[in-house]
């Protein structure tokens, strides 16, 4: 009898959750005042991380191996040895000494829902953070961060449509090249291959290329669908040393 019972209840778990699946619904992440309280502590340590220029301190507050930071000119900077190197390239960090006063950082508002946990710091006038948190072994960590300009807020761009229009470029076999620049430090890194830039009519993109130093100049549009397609895509052919130089001006 003990059996049948057991045999129904799992029966019923599993029936319930092939449901769940059929009817589109996910589970919404429980986040508690304590869960709150640790991401604003994130989110105000990465401004003091980056304040001091404390790069491997910075790098660890992301998830391990995938977490990422973007922004528009940046391109997207993933994993801890690029997040380093993002941080060591920052204009404040390649001063005499480095670095700049340290604010609190912003304040966040968290959500959860069906996508996970996530969250928007307001920067004012240098417009805001789109953030996705993961907790990890190790306490909360940035899943991504997406730096979104008020012009960008202006223009209703969000981190998913910069996500798109990665997508649509084409990085995902890694054939764009990151960028670097001269300074008065040595060389530094500039951009992660893909930079882009909001326009009127939609965006453009530089998409800067790993095997034979040219690039492609973009233009995308939305679609009547709200999505994103190319206007036109444009190859310049040039050697990644000249490539590279002239993308740090």
Known sequence: MKNSVALFALVSIVAGFAFSRASGQSSVPTVTDRDRAEIQELVSHYARALSSCAAEEYAELFAPVTGSFASSVRGEII???????????????????PGRPAGSG???????????????????????????????????????????????????????DFIALKQLAGNEQGKFDDVYRETPVGRRLRSAGLVI??????????????????????????????????????????DTVGTQASAGR
């Open 79 to 97: 994993g801890r040895d690029k997040l380093i190197a993002l941080v060591q390239s920052e204009p404040h960090c390649i001063t005499t000494p």
């Open 106 to 160: 912003p304040t966040v508002v968290v959500t959860a829902s069906a996508e996970g946990v996530t969250g928007i710091a307001d920067l004012g006038n240098a417009g805001r953070y789109e953030d996705v948190y993961v907790k990890t072994p190790r306490g909360w960590r940035f899943k991504t961060r997406n730096v979104i300009t008020r012009q960008e807020q202006a223009a209703n761009f969000t981190a998913k």
């Open 197 to 238: 830039v909001v326009t009127a009519e939609g965006a453009t993109g530089r998409a800067y290329l790993r095997n034979d130093g040219g690039h492609y100049d973009d233009v995308y549009v939305r679609s009547s669908s709200g999505g994103w397609r190319f206007k036109s895509r444009t190859y310049v052919a040039g």
